[in-house]
């Protein structure tokens, strides 16, 4: 397929590779430069999304930031209002940051109404990464290999039976388009499947890929003007039994230290993720992406591309919560001086352990209506198995939270659920899964808060 990535603009990979050596955790700038450089260059930043689960997680003192409740993830969210005299106001020193402002307009009516610039990647650079046709072309063009794979056309397609290779065990059919909740990919295991798929997907170019077995990992990264910061490593969690019926449903994150993986895997990981990150950059892409990938059962432990998120990502909160008890500036921070300024400061690395942090997102088995959402906070669950809260001191910083607790941030709002709605993310300050199995089961704790969760919306868990 043709690239519109053109070629590479930083070191060559086995460079990259050889520079990012185990010891490296996390790259950014030190915490104190960069709220000395925030607070010269804004005077407000609104964060858009349906809750304040990443926001709070930035950690540090910032009178300038606030969360408003504003994503195309809220069924009853409230227009924006326009500025005053019916006109929208001009933006100054004011800026919005959206979880995923490539998905509608939300981000952009409501930063035109309420006078802040929005701080979003280029719009066309944006949607070329999301899509999983042309991602293709990028991870050609940063060298990072991936599955086998079929593009099945929109138009004039041959019978299901064409696209299937005998020899795959399974395959992962994929929408082109972006979805934030994994309802674009589906397993198909055989022809006849496939064929059922492609009739529920007309008129669409599809990618089908090789199901490789593996760890699935998400790198967190930051595309500045003069160079890609990586952030954390974390091991996806995607379709787990008893969090949700949907195969390629996020349900979660691990956050990981190179000691939980493999000799040589993180650096890995962190390698490819660099390296996408400068074809974004030499293709004009500013602030923070994530890179999904498989660490391949089959192939010595090869990073193979999934997916680049062009946007947050749920497991942002968590990498601010590594970032901040490292002494760096957290990533939403970094994304504001990325779309700011036309370099970073100068950089600074985490050879800290980092914390063995999690979180899962809850989903509804069928759809029902939500009753007494319990208010966002910290929760603790006695041994009963009942959560307790939110706690009216507050909530601590994750890695303080003790072995009961877990923060607790609704994404459900009271009213009308759907099957497959995401209920709640719980966060906690150890793993809840183990890290062996692509896709782990919970531990006992996680299936207790899990229960504790869907008693919480009843009728609708």
């Known amino acids: 397929m043709a690239s519109s990535y053109g070629a590479r603009t930083a070191a060559d990979p086995a460079g990259a590779r050889d520079g990012l050596p185990d010891e490296v955790r ?24 349906r809750s304040a689960f990443l926001s709070a997680s ?7 930031l606030r969360h408003v409740a504003v994503s195309p993830l809220l069924r009853t969210a409230a227009a924006p209002g326009p500025g005053r005299g019916g006109r929208p106001r001009p933006a100054g020193r004011s800026c919005a940051v959206a979880f995923a402002p490539e998905h509608g307009d939300h981000a952009v009516r409501w930063a035109r109404a309420h006078g802040h610039r929005l701080l979003a990647p280029d719009p066309a650079v944006t949607a070329r990464a999301a899509d999983k046709i042309e991602v293709l072309g990028l991870f050609g063009a940063a060298g990072v290999a991936v599955p086998e794979h079929v593009v099945v056309p929109a138009r004039d397609r041959a019978a299901a039976a064409a696209y299937w ?17 994994g309802q674009g990919t589906v397993r198909v295991d055989d022809a006849r499947a496939l064929e059922a798929a492609l009739r529920a997907w007309p008129g669409r170019a599809l990618r ?25 490593v ?7 039994p008893g969090l949700t019926a949907g195969w390629g449903t996020h349900c979660g994150n691990q956050l990981l230290d190179p000691a939980d993986l493999p000799p040589g895997t993180y650096a890995r990981a962190r390698a490819a ?14 602030g923070v992406f994530g890179l999904d990938l498989v660490e391949s059962q089959e192939a010595g432990g090869e990073m193979l591309g999934i997916e680049v998120n062009p946007r947050f990502q749920t497991v942002s909160s968590l990498g601010q919560a590594a970032e901040h008890a490292a002494g760096l500036l957290p990533a939403l921070g970094l994304h504001v001086l990325a779309c700011l300024l036309p370099e970073l400061p100068p950089g600074r690395v985490s050879a800290a352990r980092v914390p063995r942090l999690s979180q899962l997102v809850v989903h509804a088995e069928r759809a029902g209506h939500a009753r007494d959402v319990p208010a966002a906070g910290r929760y603790r669950l006695d041994a009963h198995g009942a959560a307790h809260g939110p706690d009216p001191a507050g909530p601590l910083p994750l890695p303080l939270l003790g072995a009961d607790e877990a923060l607790w941030w609704p994404h459900a709002a009271p009213g ?7 209920l709640v993310l719980l966060q906690f300050p150890a793993h809840r899964c183990a890290l062996t199995a692509a896709r782990p089961a919970l531990d ?16 609708a868990a």
């Open 165 to 181: 290779r005998a020899d795959w065990p399974a395959a992962v059919l994929q929408r082109r388009e972006n979805n934030l909740l």
């Open 26 to 49: 996390l790259d950014g700038i030190a915490a104190d430069e960069g709220l000395a450089l925030l607070g010269e260059s804004v005077d407000r930043v609104a964060w858009l999304d």
């Open 444 to 459: 006992p704790a996680a299936l207790a808060w899990r229960a504790a969760a869907a008693r919480a919306w009843e009728g």
């Open 416 to 422: 009308r659920v759907v099957a497959g709605d995401e």
């Open 58 to 64: 930035f950690g540090y003192p910032a009178p300038w």
């Open 208 to 232: 089908l890929s090789r199901l490789v077995p593996g760890r699935s990992l998400t790198v967190s990264a930051c595309v500045g003007g003069d160079r890609t910061v990586v952030g954390a």
């Open 273 to 286: 993720a660099l390296s996408v990150g400068e074809v974004l950059r030499a293709q004009g892409y500013r």
């Open 234 to 240: 974390s091991q996806q969690l995607v379709g787990l």
